[in-house]
């Protein structure tokens, strides 16, 4: 279907091309047809028409003239005239290739007036067709023709300058040019910055891009910057990045820092979807470039591409740079300091980095001033620190005080006594967020104690997230009552919001809601006076609250004993805490019936083992009902029930040659390595024991771990085996898991944590030849590159943690377990 049959111009047109194939007189109808054709087309061809012109013979009826027998020439007659001889029919379509045909045409036709000065012939002027290349005529004319004669000399030249008559794909794009934009010619002359093979992908990326619409000589670097773009190695992909980066108002010059950054990174930053820009202080960061240059940190290249990027997302974030004397810092600390400024930029909703942005910049003079303050080991965890912050407060809970009150804190904990590269962020940043400002005061000025259990409860990042979890329902519901739990028993405090992290956050809420509508928590014991608070708790009924009070103090208000008044504010400063302690309790017993509601467990069994278990089975995801049912037969005596499991019988029908006594009882290995001693490596077969296999070496399989429901698949599929090295003192030094893939292969994955030495590796790597030996099996290394199957029988997913067994690169984001000492 022709696309243009729905033109009413190009409907137009074929219904005076037809009118002029079949031409018996001229007359005004045949002259509009003819200016139709000759304004709306150019010639295909030039081919001579023959002559004589078969259209000299056209000429109009003449009038009939009077006689002497018809003296009114039969006018007012009842005769009728003469009828004329059907005259010949002409086709003038083929004369209208010639150039001098078309014009003795429109001559003829216009008579009696003279056609280069009468009314019609001027009426056809603009159609004749210069006397210039046919190519040209045919493609680029058709643009062109209501163009001055100076412009169209200009294409034509243009059109000789490039050879478009021996270059189609370059032809048809500057044809499409001159149709679309006035700055043809102007674009044409940044094409010849590009080599003849490159024009035709640069005009294309041109038309894709839109960027005809920009006058190219608003950018007088503009040449000079495509020149550097044809010669790198990513030509194609920078040119559109450029063109693409014009027609979204993007500058040029931006582009091309962000480029020449690039290749001095060695990165492969992508930047097609550039939308905004700035100017980048190159000058001003040249020294800490050079020496990022120089050291090969990936990761400082990486934040440099990031400097880059803020600087056309951030408004004032150039002037700022280029404002600072960052010769005071060190590499890595003026490397951190700027990443924290530009933080906002990578942040998904362009209000809250506008939003945050603002803070950091105003807070700028001041946060530079604490941080000289801070000693040198220390900058780097308070930058680090204070850009998590920013990172990860949510927008509505952002204050004018919130930069300023976290600088001040970081301040308390950036010393000697504490930790120097502990980031601790995840755990206070709901208290700046919820607390007020008398509350944010108190927190700032809360005893070193306090804070350096918070660090204790973060050693690892998987307790990290739970805590902080927990802490921030907390924090929201209860803001005064975690507070004085923060001042007064932080390690209760976090263990509890450790367990409360293991919940939704919707149920995190719920649990916090419904604590603090308790009839205990109605009154804020810290608000109360000594004789008050005592007299308010002691008429609890309930005993675990009750037990708060010492029996010192109960003693002296009973009457049986009289305490002195510093004893007497020991005692009551000891019941405030204990209060606290109590209350946090009940509050973790709450969470644990929870857990266990519907399991078959008296909740005076409850030990460590068990509420590793509860709070595993909540962060299971997909995995979490099959785990619960299995843990539910479990603790009813029902050790079969995998076995059972019409899954696990449906697999097993599958592979008759897997010898199970072998596989579920594995092989004896055993090894003295200093400095543990004998290293035992067995097979784990109590479920509650191997659902630590993450837990143990801190990796992302543990409680609070992102892949927390791979531990659960391990345990669910028999296909999936724990093995443990434990030594004398039953301390796990290291794990590994093995499968048994669809090809009865043995699969033997990384060795756990990262840190366990090569003989810790070795000892496995023993075990596993050992093992597939005796199950008649060949053994594959999960290494990334290995063919194997693994398959899910009861479990609905799990990671394949497929990384290298020997790497020795730690991964990013990799568990932060360590290897315990004997």
Known sequence: MDPLSGDPKSKLLRAAWEALSAVRAPNSEILSSLRTVLSNSVPATFEPAPRPYAFAELSAREPIKPTAAHPRAYRGTTEKPPKDKSPQVTDLRPFLCDQFAAQDLIA???????????????????????????????????????????????????????????????????????????????????????????????????????????????????????????????????????????????????????????????????????????????ETLEPILERIECEGDSDARWKSMNFWTACGKLDGLTALIESRDWSQWRSDIALSLLYFYSCPARLESPSEAKTKWRSAHAHADKTEEILKRIPSEYQSKFLESLREFVWRTECKDWGARSIPDACALLERICRPTFHPSLETSYLWMDFIAYFDISQRESLIGAPDSSFHQMEKSCRTSNAANHVSGGNWALAKIMPAFTLACFLAAPARLFRTGKTLGCLSSEERLEMAKAFAREPWMSHDIGELSDAEAYGWIAAMDRPALAKAIPKELRSHYDGERVLNAPRLAHYHAQMRRQWLRACLEMMEDRIYDRLSRGLPIDELELDDDIRHTLQMQMVADENRKPLRKLLTAHWAGRSDYLMKHPLTIQWLKKHPELDLDLWFSGIPCQQTIAPWGEVTITLERDPIEALKLGTYVGSCLGLGGICAYSAAATVLDINKQVLYARDTKETVVGRQVVGYDEDGKLVGFPVYPHSAPATIRSLFAEYDRDFAAALGARLVRANGDSQYDIAFIVANTWWNDDLDLHATDKPKGSERGVIPSP
């Open 108 to 282: 003829s036709l216009s008579a009696p007036d003279n056609f280069y000065t009468g009314r019609d012939g001027s009426a056809f002027h603009d159609t004749l067709i210069p006397d210039l290349s046919p190519v040209f005529i045919a493609n680029l004319y058709p643009a062109l023709r209501k163009k001055t004669a100076a412009t169209v000399a200009e294409a034509h030249a243009l059109f000789h300058r490039f050879g478009l008559e021996r270059d189609e794909s370059l032809l048809a794009c500057v044809t499409q040019l001159y149709a679309l934009s006035d700055y043809t010619p102007h674009w044409l002359e940044i094409t010849m910055n590009f080599s003849p093979r490159q024009q035709a992908g640069f005009m294309g990326m041109l038309l894709l891009t839109k960027a005809y619409q920009i006058d190219p000589d608003l950018t007088p670097e503009l040449g000079e910057i495509a020149t550097e773009i044809a010669n790198s190695p990513e030509s194609a992909y920078r040119t559109y990045c450029l063109l693409r980066g014009l027609a979204h108002g993007v500058d040029s010059r931006y582009l091309r820092e962000g480029f020449r950054l690039n290749d001095r990174c060695q990165m492969s930053r992508s930047f097609h979807e550039i939308d905004q820009s700035g100017e980048f202080p190159t």
